[in-house]
């Protein structure tokens, strides 16, 4: 049974910046994609960005330069660096692995707001 489980939402300023981070447990096969997806209300759950077990990276286009997806193999730990963070980035982030199938975390709520 694989299961994630995810850190580091909150409330934040437009501007600041924020660290998401989910440790995935279980039978896991080392060849695998882990990432981010959100959702806003009212809205579809989205891509926000995934990595390889190698290390390819791939961004939404509304977060790239801002977000940086990371990942360490050994803690089967994957991270998204969330920097000049918008209103608009506000949503429920899920972290994701595929691993021969897919696997979701509890969700993690990030808000940006004055």
């Known amino acids: 049974q694989v299961q994630l489980v995810e850190s580091g939402g909150g409330l934040v300023q437009p501007g600041g910046s924020l660290r998401l981070s989910c440790a995935a447990s279980g039978t896991i096969f080392r060849l695998n994609v882990m990432g981010w997806y959100r959702q806003a209300p009212g809205n579809q759950r989205e891509l926000v960005a995934t990595?390889?077990?190698?290390?390819?990276?791939n961004y939404a286009g509304s977060v790239r330069g801002r977000f940086t997806i990371s990942r360490d193999n050994a803690k089967n730990t994957v991270y998204l660096q969330m920097n000049s963070l918008k209103p608009e980035d506000t949503a429920v982030y899920y972290c994701?692995?595929?691993?021969?199938?897919?696997?979701w975390g509890q969700g993690s709520q990030v808000t940006v707001s004055s």
């Open positions: 990595i390889t077990s190698p290390g390819t990276t």
């Open positions: 994701y692995l595929e691993s021969l199938r897919h696997y």
